[in-house]
């Protein structure tokens, strides 16, 4: 039995996979809130315990730089060791790759159904990218190397945030008094939606709403900004989102320029699925193709969103298949 692990800074999902036919079959999942233990290994136990299964090989994607197989991770008070895996699970060894990579391996696994076109583009044989924003933002990508595309990890979320015109200055300006150097994750993720809404509310751009404000202290400050906004409940909200797309799609045209991936983009995280309604009416797409001299290249590369959100259980359990 295969064991395989997306790790990500809100909540991990732990998932039992069989080999069959040359396929896999999902026989277990389950999801931890990630902050309410104290490491993964706890998390394996748990989801081990009273399982009676023999593990043959394991891989987990973890929202982090692996480097010499261990994660520091950014977005979590932990540090994940492959080495520390393996004992736990009584393995050889363990396969430790970044959350990103993982949703990479698992795209070919797709169906169509499972994917929203938001620019249909021209299909094309060349490099793919991958940008995908929740708790944190990740970048991977998918190399073609004449046959097929072979996914590699990056810290591309962790690059310097780039404004593009006066409202983003004023954005960058307001975020360098909280932090000393602002990266695009800082604005483009979970908590960023909220220092985007928290930007508009010091700005005086409108006057928050009392009833959203309430919502803060017990909920997740940025589902509560994109449901009100989605909804036409609250204007901050709404130019809150529109920013916050805007960048994100900005964001991601740079990333295809970047990695030349006439191949398509892909938008990945737990974000996109659920603002689907704002990335179809144009703010993401125009923001993604506005790249001056390279707006003709930009706009023939197809841009998906992926809609199953065990894509990268499946690309770490496919990592795990193929090393076994």
């Given at each position: ?211 959203v404000a309430a919502r803060f202290a017990t909920e997740d400050p940025s589902g509560v900004i994109s449901k ?97």
């Amino acid at each position: 039995m295969i064991l395989a692990g997306d790790i990500g800074g809100t909540k991990t999902n732990l998932g039992l996979f069989e080999t069959a036919e040359g396929g896999l079959t999902l026989h277990a999942q389950q999801s931890y809130p990630s902050r309410e233990h104290v490491g993964l290994e706890a998390i394996v136990n748990k989801f081990l315990e009273g399982r009676n299964v023999r593990i043959t090989a394991a891989c987990f994607g973890v929202a982090g730089p692996i480097v010499d197989g261990q994660c520091v991770t950014p977005n979590l008070p932990w540090i994940v060791s492959a080495d520390a895996l393996a004992r736990t699970l009584n393995l050889e060894s363990v396969s430790l790759i970044n959350d990103l990579e993982a949703t990479a391996h698992g795209i070919a696994a797709l169906k169509a159904d499972e994917f929203f076109t938001l620019n249909e583009g021209i299909s094309m044989a060349g490099n793919a990218a991958l940008v995908a924003a929740g708790t944190g933002m990740g970048v991977a990508n998918l190399f073609w190397n004449g046959k097929r595309h072979v996914p590699s990890a990056s810290e591309g979320g962790h690059i310097d945030f780039a404004p593009r015109n006066p409202m983003e200055t004023e954005l960058l300006k307001y975020m360098l008094k909280k932090y000393s150097r602002v990266s695009l994750e800082r604005i483009v993720s979970g908590p960023g939606l909220f220092n985007v809404y928290e930007f508009l509310r010091a700005s005086g751009y409108a006057t928050e709403l009392p009833e959203v404000a309430a919502r803060f202290a017990t909920e997740d400050p940025s589902g509560v900004i994109s449901k009100a906004a989605l909804a036409g409940e609250c204007r901050m909200c709404v130019k809150a989102l529109d920013l916050f797309v805007a960048i994100y799609g900005a964001f991601a045209g740079n990333i295809a320029l970047v990695l030349k991936a006439v191949g398509g983009v892909y938008i990945g995280g737990g974000i996109a699925p659920k603002i689907l309604e704002k990335l179809k009416d144009g703010t993401f797409i125009g923001a993604f193709m506005e790249k001056g001299r390279m707006s003709s290249l930009v706009a023939t590369i197809p841009v998906r969103v992926i809609l199953n959100d065990k894509t990268a259980l499946l690309g770490a359990a496919r990592v795990a298949a193929e090393n076994q």
